[in-house]
């Protein structure tokens, strides 16, 4: 899915400031809240009478409802057009207030802007910017401060873990020291790691996991504070829970001609959620997951009757490339998301790790942001991290046939070729030639054949063309796979081109006859179900999957879309009221 937090999570370059003219916004910025801000300017292109510009505004203080950059010129430098925000210019002075959508910045979040400069001369770019008046120096001043956690009570099963994300509410002065520690209760749950975490003036707002580990033979609460020397303590009650206390592990899964069955040779129809966070946090600076993910959270999932949750990831974190907070990367990312797909498996639950934001510079038609990090969905993944990627994850998940692997979120080749079909189902399929994308491209041959090489044999699903809503060349095209484990993977939202039953019955049904197909996005932007209602009563009548976006609950009911108002008990919206209703008139 195609969402505005593409325009976030950028690396900022920090860059000194002396006071210019931009003033703040009236209450954008309370006088007792911390401020600070970080902003790295590049000139994206530039050519003899003009240049473009791309400027990552990154807000280190107290959230912002709204914002005003400021900026000077050394030259003749002048505006012509800008994008995501109001650009206007007086002499050598630049003022950028945002637009109607991205005015909240959450602490540690950033924006993307841009715009298109004449000149002529000399083009000396700006060092010194200020946000709402005060000059971004990468520093955090004023505020209070206390510990927040991202929940206060949380169940784990046994012989599994939990975790808890730990930060701080305002930049403290120096460096600051958590520690948690069990304070009484269940000795069979203890702090994995010895529980300390520290934090700086800079990194206080990015969220840190605690783990917290139950043993296999205990069940009980204990309480755990999380404390730090100057700030009021944090409790948190941890509950352990049986390991019957799911619905047995989750079915191994392999292809059986177009069906997908389980080690009894009975066919298994998923019928799950998308569970978005794990693709945006790490990158962003914000913590791995976004919201809650313990046993309560997935206890609410299942009680909708669900038994699949399609995981979103990013290369960038799973590879723990630079740019990628240390505390969000390498081992830490990989521990988390391992540790939630045994909660999901434990629970009953298919894991669908897909890779959905890769590396790439790509600005041409449809791109979402013009950054070569994994801010975004680009027209396809890049070679040089998406194979060691999921070489790892296969090694990683090898031998568990609960999780299924999709290669790529929302491929759209084509369109950057200018629509060419022909050419962008071949860079899909063996990633040559791919017209108008800069860099190496993996195709889907070769990531099957990293997966495949570590030794995996897992069920793979390869998403079509057009944003995965375009499987009309996919039977053509259809990669090699020596373990014959293929599936299909099909986007359905009312804003796509294939969005009527005629369209699904022309392309989507003669896939379905080949091989199995899983819708691994369906929604719709109108918080209601008149479309994904026709839509999972269609796909029912062909035994075909599908997973509903998103599980997320602070995603807005349309826009999202989100299917939560809460991720415990799991309250739905509107648009997730219908999808609820529909799994419970199955009976599932």
């Given at each position: 899915m195609r969402i505005r937090r593409f325009f976030c999570g950028?690396?900022?370059?920090?860059?000194?400031?002396?006071?210019?003219?931009?003033?703040?916004?009236?209450?954008?910025?309370?006088?007792?809240?911390?401020?600070?801000?970080?902003?790295?300017?590049?000139?994206?292109?530039?050519?003899?009478?003009?240049?473009s510009t791309a400027i990552t505004i990154t807000?280190?203080?107290?959230?912002?409802?709204?914002?005003?950059?400021?900026?000077?010129?050394?030259?003749?430098?002048?505006?012509?057009?800008?994008?995501?925000?109001?650009?206007?210019?007086?002499?050598?002075?630049?003022?950028?207030?945002?637009?109607s959508w991205n005015g909240s910045l959450a602490t540690s979040g950033s924006v993307q802007i841009g715009a298109n400069f004449n000149y002529s001369g000399t083009n000396t770019s700006p060092t010194a910017f200020t946000l709402n008046g005060v000059a971004c120096t990468g520093q955090t001043t004023g505020g209070g401060g206390t510990i927040t956690a991202s929940q206060t009570s949380l169940s784990v099963v046994q012989g599994s873990t939990g975790t808890v994300g730990v930060s701080l509410s305002a930049a403290p002065a120096g460096n600051v020291t958590v520690t948690t520690s069990r304070t009484s209760g269940n000795a069979g749950l203890s702090v994995t790691g010895g529980g300390t975490l520290t934090f700086t003036p800079v990194n206080y707002?990015?969220?840190?996991?605690?783990?917290?580990t139950a043993d296999a033979a205990s069940t009980g609460s204990a309480t755990f504070t999380v404390s730090a020397t100057g700030y009021p303590a944090v409790t948190v009650t941890a509950t352990e829970t049986s390991s019957g206390g799911g619905a047995g592990p989750a079915p191994q899964l392999h292809v059986s001609g177009n069906k997908l069955l389980n080690t009894a040779g009975q066919q298994v129809i998923l019928r799950g959620v998308d569970r978005s966070g794990t693709e945006y946090a790490c990158v962003q600076g914000n913590g791995i997951f976004d919201g809650e993910?313990?046993?309560?959270?997935?206890?609410?999932?299942?009680?909708?009757?669900?038994?699949?949750?399609?995981?979103?990831?990013?290369?960038?974190?799973w590879n723990a490339e630079s740019y990628v907070t240390a505390a969000d990367a390498g081992t830490n990312y990989i521990n988390s998301i391992k540790?939630?797909?045994?909660?999901?498996?434990?629970?009953?639950?298919?894991?669908?790790?897909?890779?959905?934001?890769?590396?790439?510079?790509?600005?041409?038609?449809?791109?979402?942001?013009?950054?070569?990090?994994?801010?975004?969905?680009?027209?396809?993944?890049?070679?040089?991290?998406?194979?060691?990627?999921w070489s790892s994850v296969a090694a990683t998940f090898g031998g568990n046939d609960a999780v299924i692997f999709d290669l790529f979120n929302e491929p759209y080749a084509s369109r950057a070729d200018n629509n060419n079909s022909a050419e962008g189902w071949q860079?899909?399929?063996?990633?040559?030639p791919c017209t108008g994308i800069s860099y190496p491209v993996a195709g889907m041959q070769q990531m099957i054949t990293a997966v495949r090489g570590a030794g995996a044999n897992n069920v793979i699903m390869l998403g079509g063309e057009e944003y995965s809503n375009d499987l009309t060349g996919w039977l053509q095209y259809e990669p090699t796979d020596p373990d014959h484990n293929l599936v299909a993977s099909w986007h359905s939202y009312n804003f796509n081109?294939?969005?009527?039953?005629?369209?699904?019955?022309?392309?989507?049904?003669?896939?379905i006859a080949q091989v199995p197909v899983v819708a691994g996005e369906i929604g719709e932007n109108d918080c209601a179900g008149s479309y994904i209602n026709p839509l999972t009563a269609w796909l029912d009548s062909q035994n075909t999957s599908?997973?509903?976006?998103?599980?997320?609950?602070?995603?807005?009911?349309?826009?999202?879309?989100?299917?939560?108002?809460d991720y415990v008990p799991g309250d739905p919206t509107a648009y997730g009221a219908a999808y609820k209703a529909h799994l419970a008139s199955l009976g599932l």
């Open positions: 950028l690396a900022v370059l920090v860059l000194g400031a002396a006071g210019l003219g931009a003033a703040a916004l009236a209450g954008a910025t309370p006088a007792s809240a911390a401020t600070g801000c970080s902003v790295a300017y590049s000139v994206s292109s530039q050519w003899n009478t003009g240049f807000n280190l203080g107290s959230p912002l409802t709204s914002w005003t950059l400021g900026y000077s010129y050394a030259g003749n430098q002048q505006l012509a057009q800008g994008w995501s925000g109001t650009w206007s210019q007086a002499g050598q002075n630049v003022t950028v207030t945002n637009a707002a990015t969220s840190q996991n605690i783990t917290i993910v313990d046993q309560a959270a997935v206890s609410a999932m299942k009680s909708w009757g669900i038994n699949a949750v399609r995981v979103p990831l990013n290369e960038a974190c540790s939630y797909v045994s909660l999901l498996n434990s629970n009953g639950l298919v894991a669908i790790l897909d890779l959905h934001w890769t590396d790439g510079a790509y600005t041409g038609p449809s791109a979402g942001c013009s950054s070569a990090q994994a801010t975004c969905q680009k027209p396809m993944p890049d070679a040089a991290q998406a194979i060691p990627f860079c899909w399929a063996t990633g040559s081109s294939c969005s009527s039953q005629s369209c699904w019955t022309s392309q989507v049904a003669p896939v599908y997973l509903a976006w998103a599980w997320n609950a602070d995603f807005n009911c349309s826009s999202g879309p989100g299917l939560v108002t």
